[in-house]
């Protein structure tokens, strides 16, 4: 069955630094890969996919993931963070064939102004 | 174009009681999926319905169930409820695109539920 780690479990950046936040999946077949975003209070948000093609993927609001297919890595990315980016961040991936996502404990984001 | 809806917000129950949750999905969507989400964890995948049938279930004892109605809305039944059923339920839609379906799935606010 496929499984999701997420490492980072809370992250404090400082306005305009560098984000990656690391996602690992076990399943080595073919995967489809998922970040979303849950900003407080809100519901969860799709940030960017993964299907097939170009590992580098990119999202919504500046965000980018690349697919390492070597490594079972599925990391996001952003070059400059904002107080606004604050929210909690989940990895996921689907197994089966009917839309199931498996989904990691998530990363905290705390950025400062 | 209407988002996914859930009701109620938060609901507090007590042990042994039963509670139902509703969920609307997004416009066009026909496809309803239920996941648990934990506080400090992410969304655990509780089942899914498509044609007003359970057609894939996490693993969730029995007594949680669901029902799928002809206008796709869905409600989530737990009955017996233990402290441990404390958490955000969440309901996500998507279109079915066949057995292989991937298409991205739109999560509703959740529904706070909480057993004292």
């Known amino acids: 069955a496929q499984s999701v780690s997420q490492h980072n479990h809370h992250v404090i950046l400082s306005e305009a630094a560098s984000l990656e936040l690391g996602c690992n999946y076990s399943?080595?077949?073919?995967?489809?890969l998922f970040w979303y975003v849950q900003y407080p209070g809100q519901h969860l948000q799709l940030l960017l996919k993964?299907?097939?093609?170009?590992?580098l993927v990119k999202g919504i609001k500046g965000f980018e993931a690349e697919f390492i297919k070597s490594k079972f890595s599925f990391n996001l990315r952003k070059p400059s963070v904002q107080w606004s980016d604050t929210a909690e961040y989940f990895c996921?991936?689907?197994?089966?064939?009917?839309?199931?996502?498996?989904f990691g404990a998530g990363t905290r984001l705390a950025v400062h102004p | 174009d209407a988002g996914v809806t859930q009701s109620p917000t938060h609901l507090i129950k007590t042990r042994g009681q039963q509670v139902t949750l509703r969920c609307s999905p997004k416009?066009?969507?026909?496809?309803v999926s239920w996941y648990q989400q934990a506080l400090g964890q992410g969304p655990q995948f509780i089942f899914q319905?498509?044609?007003?049938?359970?057609?894939q279930r996490g693993n969730f004892p029995d007594r949680f169930s669901g029902h799928q109605f002809p206008n796709y809305s869905s409600e989530l039944n737990v009955n017996a409820l233990l402290l441990g059923d404390s958490a955000l339920y969440l309901c996500?839609?998507?279109?079915?695109?066949?057995?292989?379906?991937?298409?991205?799935?739109?999560f509703g606010p959740g529904t706070r539920l909480t057993v004292l």
């Open positions: 996500a839609s998507s279109l079915e695109g066949g057995a292989t379906s991937t298409d991205t799935q739109y």
């Open positions: 399943y080595g077949g073919t995967v489809n």
């Open positions: 993964y299907f097939s093609g170009d590992p």
């Open positions: 996921a991936a689907l197994e089966g064939g009917y839309n199931k996502l498996i």
């Open positions: 416009s066009g969507h026909d496809t």
């Open positions: 319905y498509y044609e007003e049938e359970e057609r």
